[in-house]
């Protein structure tokens, strides 16, 4: 378990600049000619400002990406959840095996017998049932493929 | 053609079933990563396609017009903002009412994802997936309580599965998947 808790990251010392930027900036970039200008503005920033702690909060963590979110399925593609009952005694070996295949975006561990919970984004959408099989031979357990199969809500937004 | 193997040079007539031509797949490849933290992004992503700036900014508008892109923007680490407690709650819904419930969920503030997935019985009862984010787990326990309220009679069953460790957090990666030949 201490293992568990040293991978997960420390709450981060914000400021009132930081969080306006942050709740600001989950909400989406103005598709505009000088986007963090006009962000910057709203914010009372000056845009070298804004560009500065974007790039922090970046480097420091507390933002993993900034940029464009694709569809995966309207861009082409597969995409999936699945999730797996790991041994206890093999979860290290297992968690190498999965996150070794360039498919697998996130995993996370989670509190339940199914304990590894990871999602998988291929080339097409064919492609997930290769994925799902070369997974299940490399770790030697059986894939739970839990695909969306209506999308009611997307949109994550953390205030702070 | 290849956008892997040629990105300099995309061609425009090469349109995909999805209605991504070439450049559109090269500036998604030179987006995944992030957009550049600089005052002109669109100049400096079409620089070096040999794309104007406003090129650029007219497909990234249409993209997110038609939803291949949501939108351009920040993805916080939860841990690093002090939501501490992200609960994926599963609920064993009735499915007459899915539908329903699933988008009267969706419209209840702090709830960030809803889908509904195929159940693997007898295993795994469960059938709508619902993202919840809380700086406590008494937090996610109260929102998962008030989602168990709306649910009624049409929940049989429901379980918070709490993330405890982050093991891969790469984000999509549609570098090989765009530049494969098709």
Redesign the interface.
């Not at chain 1, 839990?146 to 953390?158: A, G, N, S, Y």
């Given at each position: 378990m201490s293992v568990?808790r040293a991978?997960?990251?420390?709450?981060?010392e914000?400021d009132g600049a930081d969080r306006r930027?942050?709740n600001r900036?989950?909400?989406?970039?103005p598709?505009?000619?000088?986007?963090?200008?006009a962000v910057a503005a709203e914010l009372s920033l000056s845009?070298g400002e804004l560009?500065y702690r974007?790039?922090r909060?970046?480097e420091?963590?507390?933002?993993?990406?900034?940029?464009?979110?694709?569809?995966?399925q309207?861009?082409?593609?597969g995409?999936t959840?699945a999730?797996l009952e790991v041994p206890e005694a093999d979860f290290e070996r297992v968690?190498a095996a999965?996150?070794a295949f360039?498919e697998?975006?996130?995993?996370?561990?989670?509190?339940?017998r199914?304990n590894?919970?990871?999602v998988l984004?291929?080339?097409?959408p064919e492609r997930i049932g290769e994925v799902i099989a070369a997974i299940e031979v490399a770790t030697g357990l059986a894939v739970?493929n839990?695909?969306?199969?209506?999308?009611?809500?997307?949109?994550?937004?953390?205030p702070? | 053609m290849s956008v892997s193997t040629c990105p300099s040079e995309p061609q425009a007539d090469d349109t995909s079933a999805n209605g991504l031509d070439a450049i559109d797949r090269a500036i998604v490849l030179a987006t995944q990563a992030g957009l550049p933290l600089v005052p002109d992004p669109w100049g400096a992503v079409g620089k070096p396609l040999g794309l104007a700036g406003n090129e650029v900014l007219a497909r990234m508008r249409r993209m997110q017009a038609n939803g291949m892109t949501r939108r351009i923007a920040a993805v916080p680490n939860h841990y690093r903002l002090g939501y501490v407690a992200n609960g994926m709650t599963v609920w064993d819904v009735d499915d007459a009412h899915i539908e329903r419930l699933g988008r009267e969920v969706a419209a209840i503030p702090g709830v960030s994802h809803c889908y509904r997935r195929p159940r693997h019985l007898p295993e795994w009862p469960y059938n709508l997936f619902v993202m919840l984010h809380g700086r406590t787990r008494e937090e996610v326990e109260r929102q998962a309580e008030a989602l168990r309220e709306r649910f009624g009679d049409a929940c049989r069953d429901h379980r918070i599965l709490y993330s405890s460790r982050i093991l891969k957090k790469t984000g999509l990666r549609l570098a090989r998947r765009l530049g494969s030949p098709r």
């Open positions: 568990a991978q997960r990251p420390e709450p981060a914000l930027i942050i900036l989950q909400e989406g970039l598709l505009v000619e000088s986007p963090y200008a845009e560009l974007l790039e909060l970046l420091a963590g507390v933002l993993s990406r900034f940029g464009p979110m694709y569809h995966a309207r861009l082409g593609g995409l959840l999730a968690t999965v996150n360039p697998v975006a996130h995993n996370y561990r989670r509190e339940h199914l590894m919970w990871f984004a291929t080339e097409t739970f839990l695909p969306k199969q209506e999308e009611f809500h997307v949109r994550l937004h953390l702070v | -």
